[in-house]
């Protein structure tokens, strides 16, 4: 590790080929596919700590960390423990348990602008399900979206506007029928003159606003504060819901996410990734006024085979026992920031139009050699140089997501040293690609 070469592929190529007859394009989710950055994706074979190897045997440092859910690195023995000694009663009853009151209580323990949740086993229907819940509190029927926020796969909010004036939506994917496309709006970020124009124009149309309050999924679009907090302001002076999606974003930069950091409340909150440790878990929460509103006490029908189920609800309050001791987002945030830093101050010394954005433990690779790039608009969308860091990094046994508008992670296995020993192959690298 540390050292370029090209890595041997060749166990990873003959799975991709078979995979390839099973799946479209060879995976279960798009971006593994290594679609934008070419090659063969790899095929991974296990992960401890800070580290993955793939079928060919290659380490690497990973800051993927499975797109975020591995805030504690993988295997972690904490929540493999907890896991494997709830497996061993039994893997699923559709029934209440102990464990899913057990995760309930860490999180509204720690986060009081929620007073009741509701588990469900992803992202996507955290979010699908907090649109049809605001719908049903308001009994109104469009939504606000942001451009460069991804919210998951759901029909309305696969949508993007064309640039100019506020549009109807138009679907970024096939087989969402124009109708519902058409219930969303979207608006560039951090904008609040057209975000005022809009809620007023659609205030009795409106049942929400959905935001990622540190949009992460089109690059890292920190949003001023001011900006967040018009957005608040507004939405309670003309009755319209705000959903903060908090799927990346919580228990990643605070236990109580950006809500926390930004000391901005949301009437209803998503959470994923991270609240299930690696195992599939999402949920949704609110004040109980709007919570009330949900099946079986409400109207508002939502429901789930796999919802709470002990294991994943196992693996959760493992992770989240060690994210609520003190101190650790702080020492998270520091690591982190130590290995941006140095990484940041070899580009600059070397005059590379690159720079890392950074906040808590995400970290986002700009080639805009502008820092505060707050809309998805301003980015670069030639990813040339992006591709050829990736390359350069897996030669060197550092592994990051496939993609140039995805963000990274580190998690607290991530040490002091192997975050040293990644900053030495990320200035290598840089040296290469602009050489
Ligand atoms: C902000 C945000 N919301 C929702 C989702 C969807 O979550 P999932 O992939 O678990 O369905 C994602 C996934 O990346 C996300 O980043």
Not at 63 to 70: D, E, R
Not at 171 to 196: H, I, Y
Request: net charge negative; hydrophobic share 40%; proline share 4%.
């Amino acid at each position: 590790m540390g050292t370029k070469t090209t890595i041997n592929r060749a166990v990873s190529a003959e799975l991709f080929a078979k995979s390839k007859t099973y799946f479209p394009g060879g995976v279960n989710s798009p971006v593994r596919a290594f679609k934008s950055v070419g090659g063969t994706p790899l095929f991974i074979k296990k992960g401890n700590g800070a580290y993955i190897w793939d079928e060919d045997d290659n380490q690497f440092i990973d800051f993927c960390c499975s797109w975020g859910p591995l805030i504690l690195g993988h295997n972690n023995p904490e929540v493999f423990n907890k896991v494997v000694s709830t497996m061993a009663n039994g893997a699923s009853f559709g029934a209440p348990t102990r464990l899913e009151n057990e995760l309930a209580e860490l999180i509204l323990g720690r986060i009081p602008f929620i007073d009741k949740l509701r588990f469900l086993s992803s992202g996507t229907e955290a979010v699908m399900s907090a649109i049809r819940l605001a719908r049903g509190v308001t009994g109104k029927s469009k939504i606000l979206k942001f451009e460069g926020c991804y919210h998951g796969h759901v029909d309305a909010l696969l949508v993007k506007a064309g640039s100019g004036l506020v549009t109807l939506g138009s679907s970024s994917s096939a087989g969402v029928p124009e109708a519902f496309a058409n219930e969303t709006l979207v608006l560039p970020l951090n904008d609040s003159t057209r975000l005022r124009e809009t809620l007023v124009k659609y205030r009795e149309e409106l049942a929400c606003v959905i935001i990622e309050p540190i949009p992460a999924n089109n690059g890292l679009l920190l949003q001023d504060k001011t900006f967040l907090t018009h957005l608040r302001e507004w939405c309670t002076e003309l009755g319209i819901l705000l959903i903060f999606d908090e799927v990346i974003s919580g228990f990643r930069v605070a236990f109580g996410g950006a809500a926390e950091v930004y000391g901005i409340i949301p009437d209803i909150v998503t959470y994923g990734k991270i609240l299930g440790g690696g195992l599939p878990v999402g949920a949704y929460g609110a004040k109980n006024e709007i919570m009330s509103f949900v099946s079986p006490d409400g109207p508002v029908y939502q429901a789930g085979t796999l919802s709470g189920n002990p294991v994943a609800m196992s693996a959760g309050i493992a992770q989240l026992t060690v994210c609520n001791q003190p101190g650790f987002y702080e020492d998270q945030e520091a690591r982190t920031k130590l290995m941006v830093d140095a990484i940041n101050a070899h580009a600059k010394s070397k005059e590379y139009n690159f720079e890392i954005v950074q906040i808590g433990s995400i970290f986002w690779l700009s080639f805009d050699g502008k820092k505060r790039i707050q809309d998805a608009d301003a980015i670069n969308p030639d990813m040339t140089k992006f591709n050829q860091l990736h390359a350069a990094l897996l030669n060197r046994g550092v592994y990051l997501g496939p993609s140039g508008y995805e963000v990274g992670f580190v998690s607290s296995a991530h040490t002091i040293e192997i975050l040293t020993q990644a900053t030495h192959v990320f200035c290598e690298a840089l040296d290469e690609i602009y050489s």
